[in-house]
């Protein structure tokens, strides 16, 4: 009732505003209009032609379309020659003495040309309008509650039984990855526009030119700089949700919320995996942090069931923070996983601080710090088969490079495979590589799984 209301009152508002600006109008074609009279009139123009665009952008929010209409365009729509043919060329000069202070015709017509504007004119959505109404479409496309034709209309791309994911939803899905995957977050993410090889460039050795005289078969040495190439090849990735057909079938319910929801839950545990760990059988990624990350052994193993554990951990940790390259270590953070965590926050040193420090508001990271530097956790750093083991990375995370293909993520509504349960499935598909890149010189990334057993 109240939305109601108020597009009945702004209808009422756009209809006195297009009265003011057809008012305007017929003062601007006043003849006898002078140079003052215009620029008080140009202001009156702009101020109602804003005010009468934002009209219809209220009421477009509140329809989900247009709310202009091109009153009066077709009698308006060539420039007006009548007041232009009475200046003429020939006697120009003379007319203007004659005319002194009447406006130009190029003024007048400036001034014409802005009010037929604003009378044509539609009202557009604002951003956050259009983004649920792109939204929603797409989830109502996916589900079989919206047809193809309506779904193009609003910019959604269909068929072939899949439904490409619009860059606002695609956006969401990689906002919450970034909330869940710290590779992500912290990585740096490169976008192309197609199924491409991106080359990824890291030093392999250090230039030994140096300065001297020179003479006769003297010369300086080349530098013997040398460059390896990593290339990010995109993968087919994708990842599998599934709704009841009773939940599709309840009214009120937000649906679509649920759909991308669980799409986007099901994506990310895919992304997270195949960037951290890569064992998947039938996709294995070479450049997991996992896999790429450099070993780190302290010089003493610590024994977590001695009573000095804290003070040895803490050792062990400030030798390995000082084990990368010191343009990696100023760049460093710890990424641990929970049983790690657990760890820290028993410990305390000899002098009785705790291991793990509480955060300060000008520092970042999600579990404290350790030695000085900001700390995240999560599962997905877990040894496989091992959760209770602690993991430990430490390092420079923007050299984990991760390349997404802009617009090839898609959803595809699978109903046969699981009609059985009365279930309907929704496989979400995606190109996307993601590796650690650093120079073999270079370490970016050190791991430390920690024994949880002393040495014999």
């Known amino acids: 009732m109240n939305n109601k209301k108020m597009i009945e ?4 508002m756009k209809e006195q505003s297009e009265t003011r600006l057809k008012s305007l109008q017929t003062r601007a074609e006043d003849p006898k209009l002078t140079e003052e009279d215009a620029k008080a009139l140009q202001e009156a ?3 109602e032609t804003q005010a009468h665009q934002d009209v219809l952008d209220a009421l477009a929010d509140l329809t989900g379309d247009g ?3 091109q009153e009066d365009g077709s009698d308006t729509e060539d420039e007006p020659t009548d007041q232009g043919e009475s200046g003429g060329t020939e006697n120009g000069g003379e007319e203007s003495e004659d005319r002194s202070g009447i406006i130009n015709e190029e003024t007048r017509a400036g001034i014409t040309k802005a009010i037929r504007s604003g009378l044509q004119s539609t009202g557009k959505l604002s951003k956050v309008k259009r983004d649920e109404q792109v939204r929603s479409a797409f989830a109502q496309t996916v589900i079989g509650k919206m047809s193809a034709e309506e779904a193009r209309s609003l910019g959604i791309v269909a068929g072939n039984g899949a439904v490409t994911v619009p860059q606002v939803v695609a956006d969401e899905v990689i906002t919450y990855a970034q909330e869940e995957n710290l590779l992500r977050k912290y ?3 490169v976008k192309t526009s197609g199924e491409v090889k991106y080359p990824v460039l890291v030093k392999k050795a250090v230039g030994n030119g140096h ?3 020179r003479a006769d078969g003297d010369p300086i040495p080349d530098e013997a700089i040398e460059f390896d190439e990593v290339l990010l090849e995109p993968a087919e990735f994708d990842a599998l ?5 009773k939940l599709l079938a309840m009214t009120g319910l937000p649906v679509e919320n649920i759909v991308i929801e669980e799409l986007t839950k099901a994506y990310v545990r895919q992304e997270a995996d195949y960037m951290f760990n890569g064992d998947a059988a039938d996709n294995t990624n070479l450049g997991a942090l996992a896999k790429k990350a450099v070993a780190f052994a302290p010089t003493v193993v610590p024994d977590l069931t001695a009573a000095d554990a804290g003070q040895k951990v803490y050792d062990a940790l400030i030798e390995m923070k ?7 270590m100023k760049n460093g953070r710890f990424i641990m996983n929970r049983a790690a965590l657990t760890m820290v ?3 305390k040193t000899a002098d009785g601080f705790p291991l793990l420090r509480p955060l300060t508001q000008a520092e970042n990271g999600a579990g404290g710090t350790l030695v000085g530097f900001p700390t995240d956790v999560t599962d997905f750093a877990d040894k496989k088969d091992a959760p209770d083991v602690p993991v430990l990375y430490f390092g420079d995370f923007s050299k984990f490079y991760i390349q997404d293909v802009i617009g090839a993520m898609e959803v595809q509504k699978l109903v046969e495979r699981y009609a059985d349960t009365n279930r309907i499935g929704f496989k979400i598909y995606n190109l996307l590589d993601g590796q650690l890149v650093y120079s073999p010189f270079e370490p970016a990334v050190y791991k430390w799984e920690v024994a949880t057993t002393a040495k014999a």
């Open 345 to 347: 926050e028993k410990m």
């Open 67 to 69: 709310g202009g209409q």
């Open 241 to 245: 949700a599934t709704v009841t057909k």
């Open 322 to 328: 000082n084990t990368p390259e010191t343009e990696t």
């Open 45 to 47: 123009v702009d101020k």
């Open 9 to 12: 009152t702004l209808t009422r």
């Open 187 to 189: 990585g740096s993410v």
């Open 211 to 213: 300065k001297k005289e």
